[in-house]
């Protein structure tokens, strides 16, 4: 009886070595979702109605247009949008190309409403 037992648990073991084998062998051939990378030849795709956001096309190392002082790439760019609706897209081209483009934040909100009321009054004295 003894040696049925010993042959018994030897076969258990095996099997059970070679199913834990397999198992961790699936585990290390499948990497986990969050560390699979997206190929860097992929291009994203826009749902119809959006356009790239032209904003993100403006010089990284210029002056932040919301008036903060810092470079634009530490400041606004990484909030900025990837895509934006067409209209979206289209009212900022129009801004862009005026050559006094500023962003409104909360930061700054005060500071433009005083300075589009003093550019008002200057009108207004001007005519």
């Known amino acids: 009886m003894s040696k049925t037992n010993e042959t018994s648990n030897e076969e258990n073991q095996s099997t059970s070595s070679s199913k834990s084998e397999s198992s961790n062998a699936s585990v290390e051939s499948t990497p986990a979702p969050a560390l699979v990378r997206p190929s860097k030849t992929a291009k994203m795709r826009l749902i119809p109605g959006f356009a790239w956001n032209p904003l993100r096309t403006l010089n990284r190392n210029m002056p932040c247009p919301c008036l903060s002082g810092k470079k634009f790439k530490k400041c606004c760019l990484p909030t900025l ?47």
């Open 81 to 127: 949008p990837m895509a934006v609706s067409e209209n979206e897209a289209k009212h900022h081209l129009e801004q862009m190309s005026k050559p006094d483009l500023v962003f409104m934040t909360a930061y700054n909100q005060d500071k433009l409403k005083e300075l589009m009321a003093n550019r008002a009054k200057e009108k207004s004295d001007g005519q």
